[in-house]
């Protein structure tokens, strides 16, 4: 520790390099949250339905979700399908289990959202001649968007984050991996994390000021 | 026309109408009244379709409103409601709350909604309010909002239910004044009510509701003058 000497020419110069693997961390974040949302859309629904049988797997995934580790998660996408025959690459591993994450928790979300518009918003609207399903498109949807904007945000920032978890199973092409990669050619260990972790930290406000943003100017009442 | 006939209806176990008749001609005021639990809100809701019923008929211009082959989301058009707790929808300005249903149940254009709109609007004294959230407005104008809404479907009938009830005492006379307009232009109400001034001064015919039984009805004058039957007499002098 005390004859490390900082050498931040290296890391720097290994920026352009960064930047392409950070490109890849957001696709992969952008990815697993449209596949989250569709999930977890179906699994509110799910929890929502008269059917235990429908219930009972929507339930176990939330539980699972949101009490494990991510970590665990991702292993279980790229392992755990492994043992089964099913081989997963790591990108599509990493893919599956921050997305299997996300679906938990926004379906929460979601469901939270739909609780808190009373049923009497519905109501007001079928009795102005709308249909079930135009009176929920028109009235309780855009209300549950408001609601869910944020949280949904979050969790976006979180899925950002998530992606890093990628190196325990050989992703290496998106930040966490890159970094890592060119820590073991060069051992310049703080400086490129120091670094990473720097552009993870501009990523993820960025992401959190445009939402607040948007907010602001989608959402006036 | 609306025609109740022996309607009965359940919340499971529990008879909440007990066998109502009752016909509504075009251009009457007809007000109800009646202890809470009396089944009066459940009966609106029964006319506009909102809930089933169990036996009986309910008959709107001669389409039968519980008919497997009737089109409720048509019936509903020319059958307005106005609840106690106003459903303004929060995301939606003032003018677009009027504007939604008539364009996206009656499919006018957004420049003739908000023609409609605006004037039901000014009809009830919002005329300054069109571009406001509801959520900035008082209980009175919400409730006025929604009479609005209502009205600019151009609806055959208005159904109110204890419109002034969630309002402080200060806010019910603007509201009443609204209602009072639209019976002295000839629509055709029922409308549920705590308030029996408004329903001696303004009603052809007043209802009283008791246990779910249609105790009484008939003149304000007679109601309130001289009521036949012992239920209405002690409501009666409960609420005065
Ligand atoms: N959706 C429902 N499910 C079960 N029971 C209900 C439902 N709606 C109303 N009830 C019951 O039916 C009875 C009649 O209710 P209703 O709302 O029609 O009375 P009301 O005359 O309008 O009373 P109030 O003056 O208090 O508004 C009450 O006992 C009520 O608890
Ligand atoms: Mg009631």
């Known amino acids: 520790m005390f004859n490390y000497t900082f050498q931040w020419r290296q890391a720097f110069r290994a920026l352009p390099e960064m930047l392409d693997g950070a490109l890849v961390t957001l696709q992969i974040a952008v990815l697993s949250m449209l596949i989250g949302m569709t999930f977890a859309v179906i699994l509110a629904v799910a929890r929502n339905s008269a059917s235990r049988w429908l219930r009972a797997p929507a339930t176990a995934w939330v539980e699972v979700a949101r009490n494990t580790p991510a970590l665990f998660q991702i292993y279980m996408a790229h392992f755990g399908l492994g043992s089964f025959g099913i081989y997963l690459s790591p990108f599509a591993a990493l893919l599956a ?10 379906s929460e979300t979601f469901r939270g959202a739909l609780r808190a518009i009373p049923d009497t918003q519905i109501r007001a609207g079928r009795s102005l001649g709308m249909g079930q399903a ?17 949280p949904t945000m979050n969790q976006t920032v979180w899925a950002i984050l998530m992606t890093s978890l990628g190196v325990t199973v050989g992703m290496n092409t998106d930040l966490a991996g890159v970094t890592q990669d060119l820590n073991a050619r060069s051992f310049r260990t703080f400086e490129f994390f120091a670094l990473a972790a720097v552009i993870y930290y501009v990523i993820a406000k960025a992401v959190m000021l445009a939402s607040r943003l948007a907010a602001w100017r989608m959402f006036r009442y | 026309m609306i025609e109740i006939e022996n309607v009965h209806k359940s919340f499971g176990a529990l008879e909440v109408l007990k066998g109502i008749d009752l016909t ?4 009457e005021v007809v007000s109800v009244i009646g202890g809470s639990g009396s089944g009066k809100s459940t009966l609106l809701t029964c006319i506009n379709g909102l809930e089933p019923i169990n036996t009986g008929r309910i008959v709107v211009d001669g389409t039968e409103v519980h008919a497997a082959s009737t089109d409720l989301n048509r019936l509903r058009r020319k059958i307005g409601i106005v609840f106690q707790q106003f459903n303004a929808f929060p995301h939606l300005t003032v003018l677009e709350n009027v504007t939604l249903a008539l364009r996206k149940v009656l499919g006018k254009s957004r420049g003739e909604a908000e023609e409609i709109a605006a004037r039901q609007l000014g009809h009830v004294g919002l005329g300054d309010k069109l571009k406001v959230y509801p959520g900035r407005l008082s209980g009175g104008q919400q409730q006025r909002m929604a009479i609005a809404r209502a009205l600019a479907m151009s609806p055959d009938y208005i159904l109110f239910d204890e419109v002034t009830s969630a309002l402080d005492p200060q806010l019910v006379g603007e509201v009443l004044d609204t209602l009072k307009l639209l019976a002295e232009e000839g629509m055709t109400m029922i409308c549920v009510t705590h308030e029996m001034n408004f329903a001696r001064d303004v009603s052809h015919r007043v209802a009283f509701f008791h246990k779910g039984v249609m105790a009484e009805i008939g003149a304000p004058d007679q109601i309130f003058g ?13 609420v005065r």
Do not use: D, H
Not at chain 1, 134 to 150: D, E, K, T, Y
Not at chain 2, 228 to 234: A, C, G, H, L, S
């Open chain 2, 226 to 238: 001289a009521p036949e039957r012992p239920e209405t007499r002690e409501f009666l002098s409960n």
């Open chain 2, 24 to 27: 509504v001609e075009k251009g």
């Open chain 1, 134 to 150: 135009q009176a929920f498109r028109l009235i309780v949807m855009p209300q549950m968007l408001r609601i869910s904007f944020l």
């Open chain 1, 97 to 106: 289990g921050i997305a299997f994450n996300n679906a938990g928790y926004l």
